[in-house]
């Protein structure tokens, strides 16, 4: 277990809405396909009448498919902040549990976890949970990072670990629980400039151990490489 799955470390990483925020930013510029665009037009194909979202974060992708797929929405968060926040955007949300989710088998047609399957402490529980709740030919559209995202940053500040869920072993992973499973790409660039840099490493508990940080005079580019899951029960 690592910090990034630890459920202590992750309650308290969401306790509030700023480092999240902080990293999302820095993001806002980058070159390549948009996951977060990605992922909601993986939704939208599959025009779903009832959607589970699994770790809304702040609510924006919950809000955008009530609105643009006319689909019941749901979130369920282990935190209460991101439960607020998400509810503030008109979406039903309650605090919960990924791995011991509140809803009777086959309820959504179509289930969203997005960069949150790595935080799930026991990722097989979470993910037979997923496929309890979504119906027969349900999909679970989940979006995750390569080992090789961000790695810049990493190396910069001597990062080893990694996440359990990626884009090198989501396919396996998932294909235990789900009949299929396609990969989509969402590659290119972010420019971060020196003080981007050191932001965005103090809001990432898993990139930063707590020491020293290396001085830059010049701004550098980071890889931006997240992947969407697409699979199908």
């Known amino acids: 277990m690592s910090l990034l799955n630890d459920p202590e470390e992750v309650r308290h990483e969401y306790e509030d809405e700023s480092r999240f925020a902080v990293r999302a930013g820095a993001w806002a510029r980058s070159t390549g396909p948009n996951a977060i665009d990605m992922c909601r037009e993986a939704v939208a194909e599959v025009a779903p009448r009832r959607l589970l979202e699994v770790g809304p974060g702040r609510g924006e992708t919950a809000e955008w498919i009530a609105r643009e797929t006319g689909a019941e929405v749901v979130a369920v968060d282990q935190s209460e902040r991101m439960v607020e926040l998400t509810s503030q955007r008109g979406v039903e949300a309650r605090v919960g549990d990924v791995q011991d989710l509140p809803f009777d088998d086959e309820s959504f047609d179509c289930v969203v976890a997005a960069w949150m399957l790595y935080h799930v402490s026991d990722l097989d529980r979470g993910l037979g949970e997923i496929a309890r709740v979504l ?9 995750t990072n390569s080992k090789r995202h961000s790695q810049e940053l990493k190396t910069l500040v001597g990062a080893t670990a990694q996440t359990i869920f990626n884009a090198e072993n989501g396919e396996e992973i998932l294909r235990r629980h789900f009949s299929s499973v396609e990969r989509r790409d969402a590659e290119g ?21 707590g020491g020293p940080l290396p001085k830059l005079d010049k701004p550098i580019r980071v890889t931006k490489a997240p992947v969407v899951f697409v699979a199908t029960k």
């Open 135 to 143: 119906r027969p030919d349900g999909r679970l559209v989940a979006v």
């Open 189 to 209: 660039y972010a420019v971060f400039e020196p003080e981007d840099v050191i932001a965005y490493v103090e809001a990432s508990k898993h990139l930063w151990t």
